[in-house]
């Protein structure tokens, strides 16, 4: 049997409707920026896997690094307990993340991660005896999970449709484009002034599921500076956004001045290899959990906190994250992504053409609203596996968030592929 027959038998795959869904593929094993199939056939995987793998799959370092630990400690309970791997993956992304962090929150994703961090603000203001604090406000199209906080931050669509009646009520405040940048700000100044606001969540620079938009580290530096104003903690959504994927280590480094309260990483963390999310926090947002009455304390965990094999997968990806010949790569594809905007422009079928570090944008008019469910997204998804490369429109929006260790020539025949889709539609 094929691992299709074998598949169709026994999975239940996510974002997909089992019974109109194209027949999966079945990936025996991977190397570099390439999926190889059980068929013989090899894809571009130019999406990183869901924005996961920054340095190409099956990497030998990380898998050397991997191995070496499950030989030393494969699991332990992190309550009462710990490990070298934990304390060493913290100390190191302390070093590195922006703004004040001081303590690190282990969970299993990035979901998870922004449960963590709603439970911090939530718990923070009442530890305070703020009992007021108990609202949110996040900005229209924002994806940060599917777990139910984490959906409840997140805009009411079609992935959310089902549980609608079941989310916390959330305040949202447009979205800062260039054209709403003041009406955007003055929301979020009139919800903090009522004074009942425990946190304010974003995406720093871009939100990833409402299209790849990208917003000005400008405004956001004012949206930062407001919350701290009015005593509003910031939760920075890296998740995406972490690891180089917006041209900076971290997205938050383009603020001149303002700093988030809490950060949450998950995606990129473990170089795409294992599943791991982590909660940074402020030692302001920590000492607020410190007491001698055991009722403040944040009653979180997962059965996997701060998985060793994970930490040492995380510090692995990091060695190579902040090594020369990386960072070099991501600058190379920054400045590749940057000379493609003309070509792309060009096209009367093009709504708009955006790049935010290594991603690359292209918004194609097909003359009806965006529609993640649109018959067009999955004519795009066929037209580019056809052609040996796995993307994954979001509507009628293309985007290339390729690893980093994608070559140029890799990226043309990506690029090519995409220009090709484009004079398609025109001809049709």
């Known amino acids: ?29 991977a190397e ?11 894809y571009i995987d130019a999406i990183s896997s869901w924005w996961v793998n920054l340095h190409g799959h099956a990497h030998p370092y990380i898998a050397r690094k991997i191995s070496e630990q499950l030989n030393r400690l494969e699991h332990v309970i992190f309550a009462g307990f710990t490990h070298e791997p934990a ?17 690190v929150f282990y969970s299993d994703n990035g979901s998870t991660a922004i ?5 911090m603000a939530h718990q923070y203001h009442q530890n305070k005896n703020e009992k007021k604090k108990t609202k949110v406000i996040a900005i229209e199209g924002a994806y940060h999970g599917d777990t139910f906080g984490a959906m409840s931050v997140s805009a009411r669509n079609v992935f959310t449709a089902p549980f609608n009646s079941m989310l916390f009520d959330v305040d949202f405040i447009p979205f800062p484009s260039i054209e709403q940048e003041e009406i955007s700000l003055a929301a979020l100044e009139k919800l903090l002034k009522t004074g009942n606001i425990s946190c304010f969540i974003a995406e720093p620079l871009l939100q990833g599921c409402a299209g790849m938009r990208t917003y000005s580290a400008d405004v956001l530096e004012k949206m930062f500076l407001l919350c701290k104003k009015y005593d509003a903690l910031i939760i920075a959504d890296e998740v995406l956004t972490g690891f180089g994927r917006t041209g900076s280590l971290f997205a938050c480094y383009q603020l001149k001045n303002a700093k988030p309260d809490i950060i949450c990483l998950s995606k990129g963390l473990t170089g795409g290899t294992l599943p791991m999310g982590v909660t940074a926090s402020t030692d302001e947002v920590f000492d607020a959990f410190l007491s001698d009455d055991a009722h403040k304390t944040l009653f979180h965990g997962h059965s996997f906190t701060a998985n060793p094999i994970g930490c040492v997968a995380g510090l692995a990806s990091l060695d190579l994250l902040l090594s020369e ?3 070099k790569d991501i600058h190379r594809i920054v400045a590749k992504h940057k000379s493609q905007v003309e070509r792309f422009a060009a096209y009367t079928n093009v709504k708009d053409v955006r790049h935010c570090g290594t991603i690359f944008t292209i918004e194609i008019d097909t003359g009806a609203e965006s529609d993640y469910l649109s018959e067009g997204r999955d004519y795009f998804y066929k037209f580019f596996i056809e052609r040996k490369i796995l993307m994954r429109p979001l509507g009628n929006i293309l985007y290339l968030l390729p690893p980093y260790c ?23």
């Open 32 to 42: 570099g920026v390439y999926l190889f199939s059980e068929n013989g056939e090899q």
């Open 115 to 119: 449960e963590v961090a709603l439970k």
């Open 406 to 428: 994608i070559t140029d020539e890799e990226l043309d025949f990506v690029y090519n592929a995409m220009e090709e889709l484009l004079q398609t539609l025109l001809i049709k």
């Open 325 to 327: 010949d990386c960072q």
């Open 1 to 29: 049997m094929t691992l299709l027959e074998r598949d169709k038998k026994v999975t239940w795959h996510p974002y997909t409707q089992m019974k109109l869904s194209p027949e999966s593929i079945g990936i025996k094993n």
């Open 87 to 103: 304390i060493e993956l913290a100390e190191k992304l302390l070093n590195i993340l922006p703004g004040d962090m001081a303590k």
